[in-house]
């Protein structure tokens, strides 16, 4: 199997992607956990942000030119309130944080290393910036007798710790969105991950 090409881009370089990663999120986080009922016209505006933000990066896997997976990062300021208010809360500065948005990898292309690349490449941005002490994402939290969850899943919390990334219990957000099955939007809580970036 060829090598995956890697990519990051920053600031108005993101717009010419904002579809492609658009399309990714709807497909990867109709998966458990996220069973995502996502809808592309309100992806491609929720990604606007990042196209806005000169400092905001996304760091795409390419497979013979197409899009096959994508990670994005945007500094925690730039990020909205709802992301901000844990951190408010626990008394860390917004301003010193980098916060990583998702990871999305079409699922044949797991397994070959990409998931590492796409934390090597938003930590060495951020670090390049300057003036961010922390890395940080969130996940979404599912009771682990979740029925709806897979015989065959595994979740990424390995991956995680071994990158030196801590869970950090009581940092959680609520975000709204519609999952399969339902008729509405509803909230999920996820909790926050950390680590030093120093």
């Known amino acids: 199997m060829p090598a995956l090409a890697v990519t990051t881009v920053s600031g108005n370089d993101i717009a010419p992607w904002l579809a492609d990663v658009a399309r990714l999120r709807i497909a990867v ?3 458990f956990p996220y069973l995502y009922d996502g809808e592309e016209t309100y992806e491609q505006r929720y990604l606007a942000t990042y196209a806005t933000c000169p400092r905001a990066v996304f760091v795409l896997a ?9 990670s994005t990062g945007i500094p925690l300021r730039d990020d909205g309130d709802a992301f901000q208010a844990p951190f408010r809360a626990r008394g860390i500065d917004v301003d010193r944080v980098f916060y990583f948005g998702e990871s999305v990898l079409l699922p044949g292309y797991r397994g070959r290393g990409i998931g590492h690349r796409f934390f090597d490449e938003r930590e060495a941005h ?9 890395a ?5 939290d ?4 979740d ?3 897979p015989p065959d ?7 995680w710790h071994k990158r030196d990334y801590v869970r950090q219990p009581g940092m959680t957000m609520r975000l709204a969105w519609k999952e399969l099955g339902e008729p509405d939007e509803t909230e999920k809580p996820l909790t926050f991950w950390l680590r030093p970036l120093r």
């Open 62 to 70: 390419f497979d013979r030119g197409r899009v096959v997976g994508a």
């Open 153 to 159: 899943h595994r979740g990424n919390e390995t991956f």
């Open 142 to 145: 599912r009771d682990p007798d």
């Open 147 to 149: 029925p709806r969850r």
């Open 126 to 134: 951020a670090r390049r910036l300057g003036g961010f002490d922390l």
């Open 136 to 140: 940080a994402f969130a996940a979404v």
């Open 29 to 31: 986080f109709r998966d």
